[in-house]
């Protein structure tokens, strides 16, 4: 089973909508947790961490559940240029992170 | 302050020829990471370092090696470059005080003929 799965999408909305993803993982002892933003054709980008309950930076909104080991991220009123692949990664104890495969976003006018 | 530069943007090899990816950041960060993607993939951890003088193995070493000689650069090489090695590579860097936080370069995108 992968470490850390995520939707691959595309999830496909209309601007002005409020979309989540999840992203579940494997390891239970996980401390950190991390949204990464990811343009086509260029470099992952730090959108949100998260180490304990949630994180909230505007728009989004990151939550973890420790419980059911997911984290979701929330983006509310969506803007064109929310469209992007969304990364989850997983920190784990060796100073590595586990990304997930990604979820695409589509926002359409 | 340029972050995480890396050297070259594209590159097309042919196969068996070998070439060196260059990873110089300019934070002073203690960690360095090797990954590649691949379509429909996430990023696959190849190699990394915590510290100069140091590396390891990731999740897919196999067909690369890396040096970090100085801090502020790690170097990922291919010996006998295959078609199964075309992808883009990122290098990243994270300090050792701080968090988890990963800081990516703007990525090399390899082609093996």
């Known amino acids: 089973r992968k470490e850390v799965e995520q939707d691959p999408g595309p999830f496909n909305v209309p601007e002005g909508a409020t979309v989540a993803f999840n992203c579940t993982y494997s390891?239970?002892?996980?401390?950190?947790f991390f949204w990464y933003r990811q343009d086509c054709r260029k470099e992952p980008k730090l959108l949100m961490s998260?180490?304990?309950s949630g994180n909230e930076d505007g728009r989004f909104t990151a939550q973890l559940n420790r419980a059911s080991q997911y984290i979701s991220l929330l983006i509310r009123d969506s803007k064109l240029s929310d469209s992007a692949t969304y990364l989850c990664?997983?920190?784990?104890?060796?100073?590595?992170?586990?990304f997930g495969s990604g979820t695409r976003l589509l926002v359409r006018p | 302050n340029a972050g995480v530069t890396q050297t070259p943007k594209f590159r097309v090899l042919k196969t068996g020829q070998s070439m060196t990816l260059l990873c110089a950041q300019d934070?002073?960060?203690?960690?360095m990471y090797w990954y590649r993607q691949d379509p429909g993939m996430g990023l696959r951890l190849i190699h990394y370092?915590?510290?100069?003088?140091?590396?390891a193995k990731g999740e897919v070493p196999d067909g690369y090696n890396v040096s970090r000689l100085k801090k502020q650069n790690f170097l990922l090489g291919l010996e006998s470059a295959a078609p199964s090695q075309t992808s883009v590579y990122f290098c990243?860097?994270?300090?050792?005080?701080?968090?988890?936080?990963?800081?990516f370069g703007p990525g090399t995108r390899l082609t093996v003929l």
């Open positions: 370092s915590v510290g100069e003088g140091t590396t």
């Open positions: 998260v180490y304990s």
């Open positions: 990243a860097s994270r300090d050792l005080a701080g968090r988890d936080t990963q800081y």
């Open positions: 934070m002073n960060h203690e960690y």
């Open positions: 390891n239970s002892a996980s401390q950190s």
């Open positions: 990664a997983e920190g784990d104890s060796s100073y590595k992170l586990i």
